[in-house]
C-alpha cells in the first residue's frame, strides 16, 4: 500500500499535534527551514537558533506517532514489507548491516573472544544481529523490534532473544534484559525518538560502564545528499547534524570514541555512524554549549543552500509530471514495437 501525496495530507491533518521547545537545549528561539515533507504532508521543520538542532514542530503526539506505527508504518514505504530482502547480500540493509557489524566489531578491540551481551534497539529483521553472531560465537544477542512480521523473522533467523514491542517505552525490558550489556547498536532508531537525549540516558542504564554504544542516523545536511527533504517526514521527529549528535550523546553521559561522516560505504545512502562510551563519570545533567551567532550563522548557510533548492524542484511539478509521461509513452512504444501486449504490461506497472 502507498499513499497518495492528498491521503499523506489528510492523514497530517487528522492528527493531534503540538507545539514544542528544542529537545536538545529547551529553547524557544526557532527558525522554519521547510513547510511540507517529501510526501506532501504539511510538515513544518525548524532549526534551534541556540543549539542548530533540526526537528518538526509542531509535530503529532507521541501517542499519536505510536498508533501510526501500528498501523500504517511499515505500509507507508514500498519494499519495507518483505523482511527476507534485508538477508539479500546484494541488498542495501545488508550492505549496511556489514558496514555496521564491521565498524562495531572494530570498536571491541579484542574483545570478540569473550561471552559480551548485545542488544540491538529496533532490529526490524535481525540482519545485523544475524551477521554479529557470526562473527561472535560466544555473544549473547538480543534484539526490540516494533514491527510484529519483522520480530517473528529476526527470532527464526538469528539465535537472538527478540522482544516485540516499542522501542519508545525502553523501560519495559529492564526487567526481561536483568542484565547490562556491553554493546547496544541504534541503527536508524534516535531520528524517530521524541526526546533523544532522555532515550539515549535510558539506552546508558541498559550498558555497563565503558560499554560501547553503535548509533546511526541520517545526515540531515551530508555534503553529497542534494535532497534531504528525502529525509523529512512525519516519523523523522529529530533530524541529525554531526554536532548535535556529538552534543546529544555528551549530554546524556557518552564519550565520542569515533565518527564517520564520510561520503561512502555500501548501502549508507548519506547517514553518519558513531561509536561512543558510557561513561559514568559524565553521566547527570551537563552544561550545553551553545552555538556563537558565526556557529549558527554557517549551519544556517548549508540549510537555506540544501532546502532552498530542493523546494523549487518540487515546485516545478508540471514538467516532472511530464517527463513521466514521455518516459511512459516510450516505454509502451518500445513494447509495441517487440509485439508485447501494451495493455497486459501495463497492468502490472
Ligand atoms: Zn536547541
Same mark, same amino acid.
Given at each position: ?5 492528498e491521503?499523506?495530507? /489528510? ?11 528544542? /529537545? ?29 538542532? *533540526? ?35 546484494? /541488498?542495501?540493509?545488508?550492505k549496511r ?12 578491540r ?5 561471552? *559480551? ?7 526490524a ?24 512480521s519483522?520480530?517473528?523473522?529476526a ?44 532515550k539515549?540516558?535510558? *539506552? ?10 553503535? !548509533?546511526? !542516523? ?60 558510557k561513561? !559514568? ?17 554557517? *549551519? ?21 509530471k ?28
Amino acid at each position: 500500500m502507498k499513499l497518495t501525496r492528498e491521503e499523506h495530507r /489528510s492523514l497530517y491533518e487528522q492528527m493531534q499535534k503540538e507545539d514544542v521547545p528544542c /529537545s536538545l537545549c529547551d529553547s524557544r528561539q526557532q527558525v522554519e527551514i521547510l513547510d511540507l515533507d517529501k510526501n506532501g504532508m504539511p510538515l513544518r521543520t525548524v532549526i534551534c537558533g541556540r543549539c542548530g538542532f *533540526i526537528f518538526t514542530n509542531p509535530r503529532p503526539t507521541e501517542k499519536e506517532m505510536l498508533a501510526f506505527y501500528r498501523t500504517t508504518y511499515r505500509g507507508f514505504y514500498t519494499g519495507a514489507s518483505d523482511p527476507a530482502k534485508d538477508y539479500n547480500p546484494d /541488498s542495501r540493509v545488508y550492505k549496511r548491516a556489514k558496514w555496521i557489524c564491521d565498524f562495531t566489531l572494530r570498536h571491541l578491540r579484542g574483545r570478540q573472544a569473550e561471552d *559480551i551481551r548485545i542488544l540491538d534497539v529496533g532490529c526490524a529483521s535481525g540482519i545485523l544481529l544475524n551477521l554479529l553472531g557470526q562473527s561472535l560465537p560466544a555473544a549473547e544477542l538480543y534484539g526490540i523490534e516494533p514491527t510484529d512480521s519483522f520480530a517473528a523473522y529476526a527470532r527464526e533467523n538469528t539465535r537472538a532473544k527478540i522482544f516485540s514491542g516499542q522501542c519508545h517505552a525502553l523501560n519495559h525490558y529492564k526487567t526481561p534484559l536483568n542484565r547490562r550489556m556491553d554493546v547496544v547498536t541504534l541503527v536508524h532508531v534516535l531520528e524517530h525518538m521524541y526526546n533523544p537525549v532522555q532515550k539515549l540516558r535510558e *539506552i546508558g542504564e541498559f550498558l555497563t560502564d565503558g560499554g560501547l554504544l553503535v !548509533v546511526e !542516523v541520517p545526515n540531515i545536511l551530508h555534503r553529497d545528499c542534494d535532497a534531504p527533504i528525502k529525509k523529512v517526514h512525519i516519523d523523522h521527529v529529530s533530524q541529525f547534524i554531526p554536532s548535535t549528535l556529538r552534543r546529544a550523546l555528551t549530554q546524556a553521559g557518552f564519550e565520542v570514541l569515533d565518527e564517520f561522516t564520510d561520503t561512502y560505504a555500501p548501502g549508507k545512502r548519506h547517514a553518519m555512524t558513531f561509536a561512543a562510551r558510557k561513561n !559514568v563519570r559524565l553521566s547527570g545533567e551537563r552544561p550545553f554549549p551553545f552555538l556563537t551567532a558565526n556557529e549558527f550563522e554557517a *549551519i544556517y548557510d548549508v540549510v537555506k543552500k540544501k532546502f532552498v533548492l530542493r523546494v523549487n524542484k518540487t515546485k516545478d511539478a508540471p514538467a516532472k509530471k511530464k517527463l513521466t509521461l514521455w518516459s511512459r509513452l516510450k516505454r509502451k512504444a518500445g513494447q509495441l514495437r517487440k509485439g508485447a501486449n501494451p495493455e497486459h504490461s501495463r497492468s502490472s506497472e
